[in-house]
T-cell receptor
Framework: SQTIHQWPATLVQPVGSPLSLECTVE??????LYWYRQAAGRGLQLLFY??????ISSEVPQNLSASRPQDRQFILSSKKLLLSDSGFYLC??????????????FGNGTRLTVT | GNSVTQMEGPVTLSEEAFLTINCTYT??????LFWYVQYPGEGLQLLLK?????DKGSNKGFEATYRKETTSFHLEKGSVQVSDSAVYFC???????????FGTGTKLQVIP
């Protein structure tokens, strides 16, 4: 079965500093990959999704970017963090692309606090 | 486009009470429906799913039935426990290069 690794688990960064969050997937190939953000007490906001290497779609215009340099690696980045970037970031993967009965599988998330 | 609407929380129940969390959806085609659970500080976990009309998904005492006529997928549990305290998300997946559509989540707090 697939496993999603996210790191770091928690991160405290000053405003204006860069960001790099990494997500890797084991146990599958060619998954769809997703980055979600969850603000405190709020629902899930889809930030980016990827259907393959170097194929990234952005859902929300912002100062974040995503890259997928390898099939099972998905990176979320920022050049300069804002206070509003604070939140809980979740990586997810979707197996069996094209089949509606496939559930999303989530990593354990990264808690980012921008100070 | 697709959308999922679930009841506002938080929901506070006493232990052993009956739970219902309402979820309705709009979607094209024949989506699959899911309930996810998020325990404090963790990612989301799949709780149950149903892939066609009248299917009943069940897991850990939770149940939900795919009702196409009312476009609903309400989550129920006959007797909740303190350990069920979490945020519950209803979601749908309509296939293709799909993006799963989530509801806003319902926080459940069960008190002893």
């Amino acid at each position: 079965s697939q496993t999603i690794h996210q790191w770091p688990a928690t991160l405290v960064q000053p405003v204006g500093s860069p960001l790099s969050l990494e997500c890797t997937v084991e146990g599958t190939s060619n998954p769809n990959l997703y980055w979600y953000r969850q603000a405190a007490g709020r629902g899930l906001q889809l930030l980016f999704y990827s259907i393959g290497i170097d194929q990234i779609s952005s859902e929300v215009p912002q100062n974040l970017s995503a890259s997928r340099p390898q099939d099972r690696q998905f990176i979320l980045s920022s050049k300069k963090l804002l206070l509003s970037d604070s939140g809980f970031y979740l990586c997810a993967c979707l197996l069996s692309v094209g089949r509606s009965n496939s559930p999303l599988h989530f990593g354990n998330g990264t808690r980012l606090t921008v100070t | 486009g697709n959308s999922v609407t679930q009841m506002e929380g938080p929901v506070t129940l006493s232990e052993e009470a009956f739970l219902t969390i309402n979820c309705t959806y709009t979607a094209t085609g024949y989506p699959s429906l899911f309930w996810y659970v998020q325990y404090p500080g963790e990612g989301l976990q799949l709780l149950l799913k149903a892939t066609k009309a009248d299917d009943k998904g069940s897991n850990k005492g939770f149940e939900a039935t795919y009702r196409k006529e009312t476009t609903s997928f309400h989550l129920e549990k006959g007797s909740v426990q303190v350990s069920d305290s979490a945020v519950y998300f209803c979601a749908l997946n309509s296939g293709g290069y799909q993006k799963v559509t989530f509801g806003t989540g319902t926080k459940l707090q069960v008190i002893p």
